[in-house]
């Protein structure tokens, strides 16, 4: 399984709204797709979970969506601390785990 | 709260043996409902996953990796291990310690990571 993150880079500005793709070689299931967001010098930090589900404290402006090879990360208003990296990853698959390449979103 | 703690050399050089351990706080690593993995990411690139192990014994490694990766859980510490032998450059990284959930599929908490460099 490979899953493909695009754009690679993201330039936008505050106030704005984000579109972050993941994309999977194969189909799979969405109850294991999940958002990561990382900022410099910092852990990942879990953002969304079973493709759609707010992981506890994430702001209702990061909503996710998608389904069988197509997932999609959405912030509605982006917010100066949402500049960071962000990731998809898989589980369950061959590797177990898989994470995408990443999208930088960085200030316009 | 859980918190997990990564530790072990920063510079080791190439073809030795790199070692970390993860320290658990605030659960207990036999708690079953969990896998106890280590992720690790080069300087400036995306993660990759290493591998993951069960507080039975049980792992499942990267195939990338595996013929020089070992795991081992140590229940009466609170702690799981990383061994990876003949290093060189590219296995330079931050090394983070992290949980996923058997039936979730999703890593949270995760430590803090430790750079490792591979040098001589």
């Known amino acids: 399984l490979v899953l493909t993150q695009s754009p690679a880079t993201l330039s936008l500005s505050p106030g704005e709204r984000a579109t972050l793709s993941c994309g999977a070689s194969q189909s799979v299931s969405s109850r294991f797709l999940a958002w990561y967001q990382q900022k410099p010098g910092l852990a990942p930090r879990l953002l969304i979970y079973d493709a759609s589900n707010r992981a506890t404290d994430i702001p209702d402006r990061f909503s996710g969506s998608g389904s069988g090879t197509d997932f999609t990360l959405t912030i509605s208003r982006l917010e100066p601390e949402d500049f960071a990296v962000y990731y998809c990853q898989h589980y369950g698959g061959s590797p177990r785990v898989t994470f995408g390449q990443g999208t930088r979103l960085e200030i316009k | 709260q859980v918190l997990l703690q990564e530790s072990g050399p920063g510079l080791v050089k190439p073809s030795q043996t790199l070692s970390l351990t993860c320290t658990v706080s605030g659960a207990s690593i036999t708690g079953g409902t969990y896998f106890w993995s280590w992720i690790r990411q080069h300087p400036g690139k995306g993660l990759e996953w290493i591998g993951y192990?069960?507080?039975?014994?049980?792992?499942f490694y990267n195939s990338s990796l595996m013929d020089r990766l070992s795991m081992s859980v140590d229940t009466s510490k609170n702690q799981f291990s990383l061994t990876l032998n003949s290093v060189t450059a590219a296995d330079t990284a931050v090394y983070y310690c992290a949980r996923i959930g058997l039936t979730t599929g999703y890593f949270g908490p995760w430590g803090q990571g430790t750079l490792v460099t591979v040098s001589s």
């Open positions: 192990i069960y507080y039975t014994g049980s792992t």
